[in-house]
């Protein structure tokens, strides 16, 4: 007997068990790999992505490791989720390196030492680290199958739940608590009993003397070892097949889709070839990029998308996770021969329904949430483009698009009248297309011509006159943005909208282009620069405003407004006096926060005024949106309760101060309108009041006159 701390491979295993064992094995990694190449020979079949993938790679999977290792995405609004997902992980992997480790022992080291380093401290400290990492993997698995079977967590259920879920989850539980009992096993009966030396595998050694005290003897347990032994190996081969045929294959795609991901996903949009020629259309699943065919293998049916999408919380037909799978399921049956049916219709049979896209609120919540970095939004963008090539698109948004390629603004009012709003102000703008100014404030359409916007606007010309800034406005050379028709499926009127207003901007000499929109300043921020005019350069329908690129090199800066006051106000350049005492919220408006990460401006502004700030309980990044982007503030909607109305309920309920809140502040004019709205439907005309951050600032300004 010997007291080594070590123990022996293949201890009660045949010659012709070993044999049997790796032709097993032979086959499992035969099989393993022909999925694997399956899979990524499928990708290939798909279109070429319009954003570099694979650029830059090592920094890509450094990042990709990062956010993999620290499970950061999995913390994000869900703790025991975080800590479950990181035990199953972290644990998971140990358990590979554990085995790997093995094998270097018997099929390296020894063949070229004839000794082993698998024995003495090595062995100690490897076993307690097994056993505890393996002891994380179960406990990790274990929340897992309570939240799914005990809790029924409400987000882990759906129209695509299935038996391969049950069985990948109840797998990963038999492999783990099967190694604990292999383990266990030959502790009790590979040396006559538990050795002290085995009280590093503290798991397996405690098992190991349950078993004694209950009366099992060491004969025993070395009799039963190789039923344990065949048991685990067998599950655990079979496993290893199994991933990249099911569920399990997210462990790669999950990784390979962190790597590939864009930066500004969401935020800068795939454009459209000029050529008239060129197909553009998603009638088909493989007009879909191999990327977003990859999104759809990347999911892991979590739920974390619908759980924070607010269309779907508003009883809308979309379901975010539902849209991505809805395809990825098309794709394999029609690769098992099934039946060809459109993508996306109005109404009649097709995979997706064009009511389903028409609801998405291109909030981005769901791309924010998801911890493998699905990009949702390019999907939906596809679809909604391709509404859009049908002439299936909603009347509402049919109207909007008219008005916008008539008149150049979404209210459908003459040009001329883009700057009425100014006529009442106690000074005049200045015409930044006749003097050289330091901020070109591009004003934007619902500032500009709705009457409750109007405010807004005049609040932000005090605001610029009591800093004494070089500003102006382009008058009626504005024409609207497009961020949200580009959403909304329009790309060629996108296009033309932008060569417009690009075209505005060539004819005046300034420094900083200002935002009143969030939509605005992320579409000129992260959008205008992405368009090659210079395939438009042949096109008699479109006067093209610079020759490739507008923008490239960052000449011109970009800003809501929120960053400029807040500027100012630092600097020293505007004094925003203290003088208001309101107990108040502010909302995230979706394009400021989620989609450019500017959280910090706007609260600065708001305690500079005095008044007392309080958060929501979603806030920031996890904000929860108004219901007017993409297109939601034109469209009709039979939903209860409104996300205008969820939002004001929050505001008033889940604040700290709860129903002391008088006033809930936003920083977007489509941010306003949704929540005027939705104080009236809601009830809640009594309780608070809507303002635009520029209000409360010009109120704090007249205070202290």
Same mark, same amino acid.
């Given at each position: ?36 190449? #399956? ?11 319009? /954003? ?6 090592? &920094? ?15 913390? %994000?609004?869900?703790? $025991?989720?975080?800590?479950? !997902? ?7 992997? &140990? ?26 401290? =090595? ?60 383990? *266990? ?16 595998? =503290? ?27 065949? *048991? ?6 079979? /496993? ?93 049956? +029609? ?40 990009? !949702?939004?390019? !999907? ?23 008005? $916008? ?33 330091? /901020? ?5 359409? @619902? ?16 605001? =610029?006159?009591?800093?004494? $800034? ?28 932008? #060569? ?19 939509? *605005? ?6 959008? @205008? ?30 800003? !809501? ?5 807040? *500027? ?28 450019? %990460? ?60 709860? %129903? ?16 005027? %709205?939705? +104080?009236? &439907?809601?009830? =809640? ?21």
């Amino acid at each position: 007997m010997s007291t080594t701390p070590t123990r022996k491979t293949f201890w009660q295993i045949s010659s012709v068990g070993e044999v049997i064992f790796y032709f097993l094995t032979a086959v499992t990694v035969l099989v393993f790999i022909y999925g694997l190449y #399956s899979r990524f020979a499928r990708y290939a079949q798909g279109k070429e992505d319009p /954003f570099p993938r694979l650029n830059n790679v090592g &920094t890509r999977i450094s990042e990709a490791t990062r956010i993999a290792f620290s499970n950061e995405k999995q913390f %994000d609004r869900d703790l $025991v989720g975080g800590l479950m !997902h990181s035990f199953i992980l972290w644990g998971f992997l &140990t358990l590979l390196i554990g085995t790997t480790i093995l094998s270097v022992d018997k099929y390296a080291y020894k063949p070229f030492t004839n000794s082993s380093f698998y024995v003495g401290d =090595f062995f100690l400290s490897y076993s307690f680290v097994m056993d505890l990492m393996g002891l994380l993997f179960v406990a990790g698995i274990s929340i897992a199958i309570y939240r799914r079977y005990v809790v029924r967590n409400e987000r882990l259920w759906g129209k695509h739940t299935g038996y391969e879920d049950d069985l990948f989850i109840w797998s990963l539980f038999v492999l783990g608590v099967g190694g604990f009992a292999l383990e *266990s096993v030959r502790v009790l009966g590979w040396q006559g009993g538990p050795q002290d030396f085995e009280q590093a595998s =503290f798991v397996a050694y405690f098992l190991a003397n349950s078993y004694d005290w209950l009366g099992v003897t060491a004969s025993q347990a070395e009799a039963f070892y190789p039923v344990v032994w065949w *048991s685990h190996s067998i599950v655990a081969l079979w /496993f290893i097949a199994w991933i990249p045929y099911a569920k399990p294959f997210h462990m790669l795609s999950s990784f390979a889709n962190v790597v590939t991901r864009d930066p500004k996903a969401g935020a800068r949009l795939p454009g459209v070839p000029a050529d008239p020629t060129a197909d553009t259309a998603t009638e088909e699943i493989d007009d879909f990029s191999w990327k977003q065919i990859l999104d759809q293998d990347a999911c892991t049916k979590c739920g974390r998308c619908s759980s924070v999408c607010p269309a779907k919380a508003s009883g809308r037909p979309l379901d975010p996770r539902d849209v991505i799978l809805d395809l990825k399921t098309y794709r394999e049956d +029609r690769d098992a021969g099934g039946e060809d049916v459109p993508i996306i219709t109005d109404g009649g049979t097709s995979v997706i329904d064009s009511s389903t896209m028409e609801s998405c609120m291109s909030c981005m919540a769901c791309m924010d949430a998801c911890p493998v970095e699905i990009e !949702h939004l390019t !999907h939906f963008t596809d679809m909604n483009r391709q509404l859009v090539e049908q002439a299936d698109v909603d009347s509402n948004a049919q109207d909007i698009f008219q008005n $916008v390629m008539q008149q150049g603004n979404t209210f459908g009012n003459p040009a001329r009248n883009r700057p009425d709003w100014t006529d009442d102000l106690e000074f005049e703008i200045p015409d930044a297309r006749e003097e050289p100014v330091e /901020f070109l404030w591009y004003v934007g359409d @619902y500032p500009s011509y709705d009457e409750r916007n109007q405010e807004v606007a005049k609040s932000l010309a005090r605001i =610029f006159e009591a800093a004494d $800034v070089q500003y102006g406005i382009l008058y009626e050379d504005e024409v609207y943005d497009a961020n949200d028709v580009r959403r909304m499926g329009e790309e060629l009127l996108y296009v033309d909208q932008a #060569s417009q207003l690009i075209g505005a901007f060539e004819n005046c000499e300034f420094e900083t282009i200002v935002c009143t929109d969030p939509h *605005s300043f992320n579409t000129i921020t992260n959008e @205008y620069s992405e368009i090659d005019f210079g395939e438009y350069a042949d096109d008699p329908m479109m006067e093209v405003p610079v020759e490739g690129y507008w923008n490239a090199d960052g000449s011109y800066d970009v800003k !809501h407004y929120t960053q400029v006051v807040a *500027s100012l106000a630092e600097s020293g350049t505007l004094d925003v006096p203290g003088a208001l005492e309101y107990t108040v919220t502010y909302h995230d408006p979706c394009h400021l926060g989620r989609y450019n %990460d500017v959280f910090e401006a706007p609260r600065e502004l708001v305690v500079e005024t005095g008044c007392d700030l309080h958060e929501m309980p979603r806030n920031r990044a996890d904000s929860f949106c108004c219901g007017g982007g993409g297109g939601g503030l034109w469209m009709d909607y039979d939903e209860d309760p409104k996300p205008s109305e969820e939002r004001l309920r929050e505001a008033l309920e889940d604040t700290d101060a709860g %129903d002391a809140v008088e006033k809930f502040v936003v920083a977007c004019p489509m941010c306003m309108t949704m929540y005027e %709205d939705g +104080r009236k &439907t809601g009830g =809640f005309e009594e309780d608070i009041e809507v303002v635009g951050l520029t209000e409360l600032l010009a109120e704090s300004l007249e205070e202290a006159v």
